[in-house]
């Protein structure tokens, strides 16, 4: 069972330049998170999606953009990065946004990716 | 609005002490509480939780209980061990809101020396 998969691990980025972030989850769950983790600082809510069609903002949504066309997949993408973008980016999913379930998990992370921009 | 205070860190501790992380938080309604771990080079992991007042989340010798009266979730373990060497995040849920999503704590990094 794969979980939450994000690609790339680490990417170097020069000013200026786009990419985009990949996440798929395989758990058929409804909701998807992007977070932003800054050095010694808890992560920030960037964007994140009740179902596929559906996205919304979260707390630090400038520089980004994301889509859901389906389910399973919900990329980030940065369209001109600039150095306050340098920061470690988790993707997220849960079944729901609004219940908790009684054991395990409720929400899931990916293993992170590490992005620098220079 | 919601948000989570936990103890700044470094925390360094030897092998078998006893740890305690401080985490309050200030919330509308009643929100659930969790305490998520992160090991190097690693993806979050939920630890623990507690969804209601006085509730006791436990999981691999962690423990928080969820008070209501001085807005804590303050998290525990008796013995630690150099494996426990991670950052700790405090965080929580508040479902009164439009939609729920997780508000962190800024994470305290344990350190634990044999």
């Known amino acids: 069972n794969a979980g939450v998969t994000q690609t790339p691990k680490f990417r170097i980025l020069k000013i200026g330049q786009s990419m985009t972030l990949q996440c798929t989850q395989d758990m058929n769950h409804n909701y998807m998170y992007w977070y932003r983790q800054d050095p010694g600082m808890g992560l920030k809510l960037i964007y994140y999606s009740v179902g596929a069609g559906i996205t919304d903002k979260g707390e630090v949504p400038n520089g980004y953009n994301v889509s859901r066309s389906t389910t399973e997949d919900f990329p980030l993408r940065l369209e001109l990065a600039a150095p306050s973008q340098t920061s470690v980016y988790f993707c997220?999913?849960?079944?729901?946004?609004?219940?908790?379930?009684?054991?395990?998990?409720?929400?899931?992370f990916g293993e992170g990716s590490w992005l620098t921009v220079v | 609005g919601n948000s989570v205070t936990q103890m700044e860190g470094p925390v360094t501790l030897s092998e078998e002490a006893f740890l305690t992380i401080n985490c309050t938080y200030t919330a509308t309604g009643y929100p659930s509480l969790f305490w998520y771990v992160q090991y190097p080079g690693e993806g979050l992991q939920l630890l623990l939780k507690?969804?209601?007042?006085?509730d006791k989340g436990s999981n691999k010798g962690f423990e928080a209980t969820y008070r209501k009266e001085t807005t804590s979730f303050h998290l525990e373990k008796g013995s630690v061990q150099v494996s426990d060497s991670a950052v700790y995040f405090c965080a929580l849920v508040n479902y009164g809101g439009s939609q729920g999503n997780l508000i962190f704590g800024k994470g305290t990094k344990l350190s634990v020396k044999p």
């Open positions: 997220a999913s849960s079944p729901t946004g609004t219940a908790i379930t009684l054991s395990g998990n409720t929400i899931y």
């Open positions: 507690a969804t209601k007042a006085d």
